[in-house]
Nanobody
Framework: QVQLVESGGGLVQAGGSLRLSCTAS????????MGWFRQFPGKEREFVAA??????YYADSVKGRFTISRDNAKNTVYLQMNSLKPEDTAVYYC??????????????????WGQGTQVTVSS
């Protein structure tokens, strides 16, 4: 069983930066794919970024602004968010799944989720 704990959300002005962290426990971290998703009020969770053995992947809406990385020694995945926009305001979730090398963008492929952290970007 993988347990995920997110941190780093908060309030930031447009154009600013935040770094989200997600620390995992419970199994070999390096063997799982990690993803970040976000959820707007009343909407389904949408893919933001993922990292697996085949590389890193980003939603078009965040490409060039967000960077996902991982530190396997710390069992932690990060999401560095730069040039934030008010439309990035959402609850951000990290997620874990077995790494098959594909399908990273699909929320239903992930079987472990964190509790979510609020990111609010003011204009």
């Amino acid at each position: 069983q993988v347990q995920l704990v997110e941190s780093g959300g908060g309030l930031v002005q447009a154009g600013g930066s935040l770094r989200l962290s997600c620390t995992a426990s419970g199994r070999t971290f390096s063997s799982v794919a990690m993803g970040w998703f976000r959820q707007f009020p009343g909407k389904e969770r949408e893919f933001v970024a993922a990292i697996g053995w085949s590389g890193t992947y980003y939603a078009d809406s965040v490409k060039g602004r967000f960077t996902i990385s991982r530190d396997n020694a710390k069992n932690t995945v990060y999401l560095q968010m730069n040039s934030l926009k008010p439309e990035d305001t959402a609850v951000y979730y990290c997620a874990a799944r077995p790494d098959y090398g594909n399908g990273y963008g699909y929320a239903n492929e992930y079987n472990h989720w964190g509790q979510g952290t609020q990111v609010t970007v003011s204009s």
